[in-house]
């Protein structure tokens, strides 16, 4: 079965937090850290689920 590739969908941004002294919401300043949290464990899901897709194309093909 010759080897289809489907792209490599789009990663989400993270924006790495930097503290703003005092006078921010803590809340808030813990709400975007959750935010980009899970977008690095969205990013790092679709990157693992695209390396094993390669590894069994690339199993079939030897």
Excluded at 8 to 31: C, H, I, M
């Amino acid at each position: 079965m010759p080897y289809t590739p489907t792209g490599l969908q789009a990663l989400f941004p993270v924006y790495l937090e930097r503290d703003k002294g005092e006078g921010t919401l803590r809340d808030s300043v813990n709400g975007r850290i959750a935010q980009n949290e899970n977008n690095i464990n969205q990013n790092f899901e679709t990157l693992f689920y695209k390396i094993l897709e390669l590894e069994s194309a690339l199993a079939v093909n030897t």
